[in-house]
């Protein structure tokens, strides 16, 4: 079993009337090559007549952003046509590659009628073979999911392999998402390969991860000397899991891009300031 090394605390940094935490990047931890960024948004209960969710339309280049929807919904919309409204439990899976513009909204019934929020989004990197791609989105709804029983829980398998089964995306570099739901009681063994990096946040609730208690809104690193991580709870807990190949190339963000050099992160203002990134979508 792999041994942990840290637990890095979510830093609380609010946008506007949102609830933001965000564990990576942190003091002392950067990233978790190729995890390059976690906000947890919520969870919180917006009143009736609220603005919704706050994130316009923007640009991004070099990497992979993926939303959880734990609670409430999600429209997106982007530069390249793609359209949909996520609802609780389902996730956005977009591929920024070479150029997108995405908004990322609450729908108009939310707006209205209020309610209870909680959303993840993780950033996923892209090797510089990549970072050019042909920009992709997939939106997957709670039943689009695999939620596969584990003993007083479930892991909802979104990309990669868990019990001889597969998620519904197929990432471009063979990175395992999944979120974890156990019950107090619950016993679970995570895949963790040797020589991948492991992603483990604690979304909710304090599980123990081979035999350490990991606190509440902690993201955990560990040691890469096993292949296995055992979960076990006392109370009820939510985790984001996932592990991945690491990239081990320079890192160079901006805003909302993330390139290997100076040189490509100038190149990707420039383009996105010529509108070769598409027009922004519109939000109506």
């Excluded at 993201?219 to 000397?225: G, R, S």
Aim: glycine share 10%; aromatic share 8%; net charge negative.
């Amino acid at each position: 079993m792999r041994q942990i090394l840290n637990q890095y605390p979510a830093q609380r940094d609010d946008i506007a009337d949102l609830v933001t935490r965000r564990p990576l990047p942190g003091p002392g931890l950067p990233q978790v090559d190729p995890f390059l960024f976690l906000n947890h948004h919520g969870p919180q209960t917006y009143r009736p007549g609220n603005s919704g969710l706050p994130f316009g339309p923007h640009p991004h280049r070099g990497f992979e952003t993926v939303s959880f929807i734990l609670k409430s919904e999600m429209a997106h919309l982007d530069s390249g046509g793609h359209e949909s409204v996520i609802r609780a439990g389902g996730v956005q899976w977009m591929t920024a590659g070479s150029g997108l513009i995405h908004a990322e909204i609450s729908p108009a019934s939310f707006k209205r009628d209020g309610g209870p929020l909680e959303i993840l989004q993780l950033w996923v990197n892209l090797p510089s073979r990549l970072k050019m791609t042909k920009p992709t989105y997939t939106g997957l709804q709670r039943e689009d999911i695999p939620a596969i029983p584990v003993d007083g829980g479930t892991v909802n398998l979104i990309s990669g392999s868990f019990d001889q089964e597969r998620g519904p995306i197929e990432s471009l570099t063979d990175v395992a998402m999944m979120t974890v739901q156990l019950e107090a009681g619950a016993k679970v063994d995570l895949p963790a390969p040797t020589g991948r990096a492991v992603f483990f946040y604690v979304v909710a609730g304090a599980p123990t991860a081979n035999g350490t208690p990991i606190k509440p809104h902690h993201l955990a690193t560990f040691d890469n000397d096993g292949d296995t991580i055992t979960v076990t709870t006392e109370a009820p807990a939510t985790i984001l899991y996932g592990h991945a190949d690491p990239i081990g190339e320079p890192v160079v963000s901006h805003g909302p891009f993330v390139m290997n050099t100076r040189e490509e992160i100038v190149r990707a203002i420039e383009d996105y300031s010529a509108g070769l990134f598409g027009k922004p979508p519109v939000i109506r």
